[in-house]
């Protein structure tokens, strides 16, 4: 496959994450100030589903880097590995969020809890995921479009 193919899908699946990321994060903030925000209800549990199915194919990834083992894995492209990688330099980094300080199973299980706590706690995984994904749709988008 092309590395412009590979960025075109790798651009696609990032604008799909990060739409997630928009429709889980407005309705947490909404129902955390009381909004029943029963319109979005069903499209906040489905992106919430997308989110943790992403993170537990990334964690494959990230505890193959983790573990020192640089072989291929079978079905992920090197777009995807490339964000694995970012993600495990980040963490290596020491950041303050819950996001590179817990590991991508425990911010799985947030994403299902009810505690108060924990649902911050989801908001501010996914404000340091959308910056990760940013910069991640950066480099796809420059191998797109170019310099413009």
């Known amino acids: ?7 075109i899908q790798s651009f696609q699946q990032s604008q799909e994450i990060l739409s997630a990321i928009n429709t889980l994060s407005i309705h947490r903030k909404l129902t955390d100030k009381g909004y029943l925000d029963t319109n979005r209800k069903e499209s906040a549990e489905q992106a919430r589903e997308t989110l943790v ?14 573990d020192g083992h640089r072989k291929p894995i079978v079905g992920v492209d090197t777009r995807f590995r490339h964000l694995a990688e970012n993600y495990v330099q980040a963490k290596r980094a020491q950041s303050h969020s819950p996001f590179l300080e817990l590991s991508l199973s425990q911010v799985r299980n947030l994403f299902y809890s ?5 649902r911050s706690k989801v908001l501010a995984v996914l404000v340091a995921f959308r910056e990760l994904l940013e910069e991640h749709v950066g480099v ?3 191998r797109l479009l170019g310099d413009i």
């Open 140 to 142: 796809d988008a420059k």
């Open 53 to 66: 199915a992403f993170f537990q194919k990334l964690d494959k990834i990230v505890q193959n880097i983790e």
């Open 114 to 118: 009810e505690n108060f706590e924990d």
């Open 1 to 7: 496959m092309s590395t412009h193919w590979l960025a």
